[in-house]
Every structure is written in C-alpha cells, then in structure tokens.
C-alpha cells in the first residue's frame, strides 16, 4: 500500500554532513506520520526524529538534537533527515518509516509504523 525508498547515504568524515531522503508512494503522503530510525551493528533499532503530518511538530533522540532536522516536502512526497556535524557514533543503517495515521504529535515508538523502507547505510569516518 505505501512504498518507501531511501537514498543519500554513504561515507562522510567526521563533522561533515549528509542528507538523507525518503520519497514514499501513495497520495495521502500528507496526511502520514514520518519518521527516521537507525540501527547500528549489534544495536536495537532506535529513533532519530519523526514529524508529524503536516510537519508542524518534530521529535528529535537527545543524541541528534542541534545536529539533525527532519523535514517534508508534501508535494514531492518525501521526507528528509538533514545531518550535519557527524559524528562516528552515528555510523548506522538508516531507515524510514511511516504511518497512516495523523496524530497532531508524532509517534515515538517503532511498533507504530507500519511501513518501512530498505534502509540506507551512513557511516562516519574519525
């Protein structure tokens, strides 16, 4: 039902930047709940940032905050994860995720979103 593709990953230094993004089917994109994951070697999957429907209320994990902003442009259907000030420890797959719902905030918990992408590899060098 909802397709998501991942892309802008690869291999930067450290305190270099990245921007991922997640260009997802379905012409309710506006109307989802969005949100990055990543998931390093070994590691559970953790949140990063999510952003609501209408892109009017974000979360940011406290290892992200100042460094990373979510964003979505709901006329091209994509959601984006811009990362500067890489560090190594962010070295990770990460994926995007969506869910059909609007709540006015976005959730915070994996098992929420139905649909997941196939993930892009960011690694960070030192």
């Known amino acids: 039902q909802v397709q998501l593709v991942e892309s802008g990953g690869g291999l930067v230094q450290a305190g270099g930047s990245l921007r991922v993004s997640c260009a997802a089917s379905g012409r309710t994109f506006s109307r989802y709940n969005m949100a990055w994951f990543r998931q390093a070697p070994g590691k559970e999957r953790d949140l990063v940032a999510a952003i609501n429907w209408s892109g009017g209320s974000t979360y940011y994990a406290d290892s992200v905050k100042g460094r990373f902003t979510i964003s979505r442009d709901n006329a091209k259907n994509t959601v984006y994860l811009q990362m500067n000030g890489l560090k190594p420890e962010d070295t990770a797959v990460y994926y995007c995720?969506?869910?059909?719902?609007?709540?006015?905030?976005?959730?915070?918990?994996?098992?929420?979103?139905?649909?997941w992408g196939q993930g892009t590899q960011v690694t960070v060098s030192s």
């Open positions: 995720a969506a869910s059909l719902n609007s709540p006015d905030r976005p959730y915070r918990t994996a098992s929420l979103y139905g649909y």
